[in-house]
């Protein structure tokens, strides 16, 4: 049991340049969500997903975009890389949908650089 | 959403003193209260956490109390070691499922 695996772990971009984030766990849980981290700060949402096909913005949502086609899965994707982008990427889940608030496990991290 | 601070955002504490981090949220409506430790370059993981129709929690040196009137939580850590600094973040939950993280706070334990 994995848990959450976020690839890559570090990335380096140009401005301008576009990737994706991937995010995938075999917990078999509804909710997944993709958070910021920027250095000193705490955590920023930036979308979830409350279930495969299904997902929403959150705090910070500009920039980025998602998609859910697979309950395990919850790829970011950012267009067009800004230097304010720059950040720590966290992916989490949770079992959610009826189970009442339950802790969100994370995964490692992707630390992304824009240059 | 929910606005969560956290203060201190820097903690020094001696070895086996303990240490107190104090939060604030904003929405009366929140019901789950979170805490996690995260050490340089790791993931944030789950240490305690606390439900609304509880107003306290204990886990060996690690609790946490919760005020729903004030509209306020804390974590306590008692006899404390070189292991627990790291930095901790409170969260309260808002608009099903979601979480508000505050900002931080860095404990450092001298020994």
């Known amino acids: 049991n994995a848990g959450v695996t976020q690839t890559p772990k570090f990335r380096i971009l140009k401005i301008g340049q576009s990737m994706t984030l991937q995010c995938t766990q075999d917990m078999n849980h509804n909710y997944m969500y993709w958070y910021r981290q920027d250095p000193g700060m705490g955590l920023k949402l930036i979308y979830y997903s409350v279930g495969a096909g299904i997902t929403d913005k959150g705090e910070v949502p500009n920039g980025y975009n998602v998609s859910r086609s697979t309950t395990e899965d919850f790829p970011l994707r950012l267009e067009l890389a800004a230097p304010s982008q720059t950040s720590v990427y966290f992916c989490a889940s949770t079992q959610g949908a009826g189970a009442g608030n339950q802790p969100q496990h994370f995964g490692d991290g992707t630390r992304l650089s824009i240059l | 959403g929910e606005n969560v601070e956290q203060h201190p955002s820097t903690l020094s504490v001696q070895e086996g003193d303990s240490a107190v981090i104090k939060c604030t949220y904003s929405?009366?409506?929140?019901?789950?209260f979170p805490w996690y430790k995260q050490e340089l370059g790791k993931r944030p993981q789950l240490i305690i956490d606390?439900?609304?129709?509880?107003g306290e929690k204990k886990d060996q040196r690690i609790a946490v109390t919760l005020n729903k009137t004030a509209k306020h939580f804390s974590l306590h850590i008692t006899e404390t070691q070189p292991e627990d600094s790291a930095v901790y973040f409170c969260?309260?939950?808002?608009?099903?499922?979601?979480?508000?993280f505050g900002a931080g706070t860095t404990v450092t334990v001298r020994a």
């Open positions: 606390i439900r609304s129709n509880v």
């Open positions: 929405d009366s409506a929140s019901n789950y």
């Open positions: 969260a309260a939950s808002w608009d099903d499922y979601k979480l508000s």
